[in-house]
């Protein structure tokens, strides 16, 4: 067997290791269930109401408690990185970094918006999510043009361009769709307020941002910039879907049909988005290995100067389905839960659901062939390719021109 | 022989092959709509296909013989390859062997080499096992060489076994829903009982009666500011041997629970409301009459053959008032009823009638109904009456003014027809208000004028207006038993418990081979995973950093 010439794993920034790093970690964790505990024991749980609590008195008591707590925890369990080994903590201190940031971009963008006697419901242009978003979508665009660039020429400013502009993307839509889900609030006396993933325009804003955020982790990770390039015209294409999308009136934030008024919405979606976004790094990976195989056949090596080479581009390929495949699993369960509490039953054969098997006997199958038949390599590439097809199917497709159950994802 | 076949039955093509058919069957049925009317179908396919299709059970496929088979197939095969594969796996996960050949250490991908001075072989493997207790190292001696192995993720393999486990669970939780659970509907009208639940069964319809009777208290519609449903909620009473037991709102999402029955906030419709109308007859005569109905009643005329079959009835009638192209506005025409005209003389029409006049601004259009010649709602087109039905003066107005029209046009030939016109107006409005005349008396005399037209044109001996209701709703319930709904979340969490061991955990495995060389040793590490070999290169890297520098940093060479 050849070895693998993958790159070593990237060594974790700075600010990610030492006692700092854990104690941060820990203190994060303790905030989370600081606030599980305010919603659980904290009297009668109301999902509007709880939003807004957190940010009062009583949640600053809750929460400073929990981070408290949660310091202690840490500074008395945590080996930290002692021996030298970067624990757990420094693994998962960056994603709870970016979320906390995230979070304070939105606590700023709220102070840009508009005075309440200029919000309306029956024209929303004047918010300021929008224009986040307009951001979001130019820096993706951006990114996409910069890795593309980059494979023409290979200087390593242009791809960090490029991964600077994906941040900054990420960045922008995350906090953007907190600021939707305040927004929400700020309509109709507050009566509408939902987390924003109820609809096709603010879930595609969220593929665009897992899609990245999953291709930037192993970029971190592995270091391989040239895969960049099919993964964000991935996304450039899921950007210009959303702006079609807002051009026909998709982009309004609009009352929760009863259906979906449940706090397994917050939990189902974005969980089949994680799913969705690893089958798209996949899909990704598997048109890099089919151009790089065709390029290489033919002797074009000049293109080949930052492409990670085949091995790399299946591996990659199967890291993204290991993440995609129990994530959509996990979703897909969970659905059925939602399913048996809202419609009688966990399985109805509804279009979406079926849909969904569907993606999951592809997967299954892909699974299969290689991990115990061993195959690899083009027809593995051209699977992910196709199997994204069908995925791609299962979100747009089944919404635009089939009926049924989860017919609230339709255009109108 | 059955030996042979087990193996087919779990081999991996096999496995391959079901995945796909079972793809492509159940893609069929999502493009084919399934549970339609069969007339629908007979429309659409022709008698010929409608016949193929229908003994293939096409139209409820998921419940088909073949599709079940196809599930019971992917059943037999997991299980073939359950029975082929466990007790190998079982046997390789228990199997460490100590040592290993040659030809094998030599196609390891992760290799290290060093040597210890002053110390013995006994010593090297007992440090070995203090400095990375966590790989649980076993030893065997071979003449002068101590050969140490060491595994981590050993029972990744489960993961294997619980993935293919847990679908055999949750399947056999499905047949157990299907077997022992039934999943219906039924519609109890505000203030009604109802025992029974109804579903689809084959081409047919199923019944099945509850041992306990639903009783619709109530049910409410509460809106959003912008006029969309906020909430649907039934006010219901379970009846349990006569006595109540039980009283609740239940919501979308928020089922009620009693004797392992669900009961689901599914649909609303109208539970026969009583309404009355009023007939406004054009013989000339300028009477009109009330009748009082219900919904999913026929009212006949005593003293004619004109029945009014009564449909449905709503309170709210938003539509969008736009014209074509420009932004979508809508508006509450407010309540309406839909009946069926029927009677000799005229052709049977479809009606839905309007309590309110159109209201534009402040600009009253008159009273309103839509009609449907052809009998379909898609047909419905508006036909605007003229005069306001909702003022019994204006339809007094309307009658004087034809009256005065008819007597002034027959009598004296010589005027006009705009100065007949305006006399028989002023004549009218001195027989109905005398000379105290309303403000609005101009736009009223627009609409009057207006009504010559439309009305005369009316094939119906009389217009029927909605003139008063007392709604009553159905709430459509959805009822449930699923026998088999814990066995699938079990079934559903080994499914995920076992792909995260498949993913996440990778079985490692590292030999360390302890050669006595003059006063001390040499050592020789090398190591392979089964998979994440990236992160093993780590692992190794680090597990060598260890034993030979005695901590796990070292240098990063």
């Not at chain 1, 002692?82 to 995230?102: C, F, N, R, T």
């Not at chain 2, 793809?23 to 010929?48: C, E, H, K, M, R």
């Not at chain 2, 049977?348 to 009638?353: G, N, Q, R, T």
Request: glycine share 10%.
């Amino acid at each position: 067997m050849n070895t693998m010439t993958m790159t070593q794993p990237a060594e974790g920034m700075i600010i990610y290791r030492g006692k700092l790093a854990v104690l941060r970690c820990w203190a994060y964790l303790g905030l989370i269930g600081g606030m599980a505990a305010l919603a659980l024991f904290g009297g009668d749980y109301d999902e509007s109401a709880f939003v807004f609590q957190m940010l009062s008195m009583t949640g600053a008591l809750w929460g400073g408690a929990g981070v408290l707590a949660g310091i202690g925890v840490g500074a008395l369990l945590s080996r930290g990185d002692d021996a030298g080994v970067p624990g757990w903590e420094s693994k998962l201190v960056p994603w709870l970094d970016g979320a906390l940031v995230m979070v304070l971009l939105m606590g700023l963008w709220s102070l840009l918006e508009p005075a309440p006697s200029q919000i309306s419901y029956t024209d929303q242009s004047n918010m300021v999510s929008g224009k986040i978003i307009m951001a979001m979508n130019v820096l993706f665009l951006f990114s996409a043009i910069c890795y593309i660039a980059q494979l023409f020429a290979p200087a390593s400013f242009i791809g960090k361009m490029g991964s600077l502009a994906a941040w900054g993307g990420v960045y922008a839509g995350g906090s953007a769709l907190l600021l939707r889900w305040y927004e929400s609030y700020q309509f109709l006396g507050g009566e509408i307020g939902h987390a924003p993933v109820s609809n096709l325009y603010e879930v595609f804003i969220l593929l665009c941002c897992i899609i990245s955020i999953i291709y930037l982790a192993f970029e971190r990770r592995y270091k391989t910039t040239g895969l960049g390039a099919f993964v964000m015209f991935l996304v450039a294409c899921a950007v210009f879907f959303s702006v079609w999308l807002g051009s026909i009136g998709q982009a309004d934030i609009k009352p929760l049909v009863p259906a979906l008024q449940s706090y397994w919405m917050k939990i189902h979606v974005p969980l089949n988005f994680i799913g969705y976004g690893s089958f798209a790094v996949a899909c990704a990976a598997g048109m890099a290995w089919l151009l790089r195989a065709r390029l290489e056949q033919r002797g074009k090596t000049e293109l080949l100067a930052i492409f990670p080479t085949l091995e790399q581009l299946d591996l990659l390929g199967y890291r993204a389905v290991m993440i995609g495949f129990p994530a959509f699993t996990l979703a897909t369960i969970l659905g059925a839960a939602w399913a048996a509490e809202a419609w009688g039953g966990y399985w109805s054969w509804d279009p979406k659901e079926t849909w969904a098997l569907i993606v999951w006997l592809v997967y299954g199958a892909w699974l299969h062939v290689r991990v115990s038949h061993g195959w690899s390599g083009r027809v593995l590439a051209w699977w992910s390719v196709i199997a994204f097809v069908v995925t791609l199917f299962c979100f747009v497709g089944v919404n635009m021109y089939l009926s049924g159950l989860h017919s609230y994802g339709r255009l109108t | 022989m059955i030996k042979t076949l087990l193996l087919r039955l779990g081999s991996m093509p096999l496995a391959i092959l079901l995945l796909t058919v079972l793809a492509l069957a159940s893609a069929i049925g999502t493009v084919l709509l399934q549970n339609q009317g069969q007339t629908d179908y007979l429309q659409q396919f022709g008698p010929l296909w409608y016949w193929v299709l229908r003994s293939l059970g096409m139209f409820d496929m998921y419940h088909s013989w073949w599709f079940i088979s196809l599930l019971g197939f992917l059943m037999v095969s997991v299980s073939a390859c359950l029975w082929r594969n466990v007790p190998r796996m079982l046997g390789e996960m228990r199997a460490r062997k100590v040592t290993l050949a040659d030809r094998v250490w030599r196609r390891m991908e992760h290799q290290q080499q060093w040597t210890e001075q002053g110390l013995s072989a006994a010593e090297v493997a007992e440090r070995v096992r203090k400095l990375a207790p966590e790989w649980g190292w076993i030893e065997e001696r071979v003449g002068d060489v101590l050969w140490l192995r060491g595994d981590r993720g050993r029972r990744h393999k489960w993961g294997y076994i619980l993935v293919h486990g847990a679908i055999l669970v949750i399947l056999i939780g499905g047949w157990m829903s299907v077997q022992f659970g039934f999943r219906g509907d039924m519609s109890v009208p505000e203030g009604g009982r109802e025992s029974e639940i109804m579903f689809v069964q084959g081409t047919g319809t199923g019944h099945l009666t509850m041992p306990f009777q639903v009783q619709c208290n109530k049910f409410t519609i509460n809106f959003f500011p912008n006029g969309m449903p906020k909430e649907f909620r039934s006010n219901l009473t379970i009846i349990d041997h006569g006595k109540p037991v039980l009283t609740k709102d239940i919501i979308v999402n928020k089922p009620l629970y009693y004797k392992g029955v669900r009961i689901y906030q599914a649909s609303f419709g109208d539970g026969g409301s009583a309404i009355r109308m009023k007939l406004f007859h054009l013989d000339g005569t300028g009477r009109s009459s009330v009748i009082n109905t219900r919904v999913y009643d026929t009212w006949k005329d005593p003293y004619s053959s004109v029945t009014l079959e009564m449909t449905n009835f709503k309170p709210f009638n938003v539509e969008n008032m736009a014209d074509p192209g420009e932004p979508k506005k809508f508006q509450d025409l407010g309540p309406a009823v839909e009946f069926v005209l029927r009677g000799k003389g005229f052709k049977s029409v479809k009606i839905k009638s309007f309590m309110n006049p159109f209201v534009i601004g402040d600009e009253n259009r008159g009273s309103f109904m839509m009609v449907s010649f052809s009998g379909d709602s898609k047909d419905y087109e508006a036909v605007p009456l003229g005069i306001d039905l909702s003022n019994p003066k204006e339809w007094q107005l309307f009658n004087a003014f034809v009256r005065h029209l008819a007597q002034r046009t027959s009598r004296a030939s010589g005027e006009s027809g705009k100065e007949a016109n305006l006399r028989a107006f002023k004549a009218a409005i001195f027989d109905v208000f005398g000379d105290d005349r309303p403000a609005d008396i101009q736009q009223m005399g627009m609409r009057v004028i207006q009504s010559v037209q439309t009305l005369m044109q009316l094939p119906w001996p009389y217009i029927p207006m909605l003139e008063d209701y007392d709604q009553v709703y159905y709430t459509g319930l959805e009822l449930a038993r699923d026998p088999g709904i814990n066995v699938v979340w079990v079934g559903s969490a080994i499914l995920v418990l076992g792909l995260c061991i498949m993913f996440y955990l990778s079985h490692r495995k590292v030999w360390l081979r302890v050669a006595t060389e003059g006063d001390g040793v040499k050592l020789h590490l090398a190591g392979m995973s089964n998979r994440n070999k990236l992160m093993f290169d780590e692992e190794f890297h680090q597990l060598f950093n260890r034993l030979r520098y005695g901590s796990g940093s070292g240098d990063e060479a």
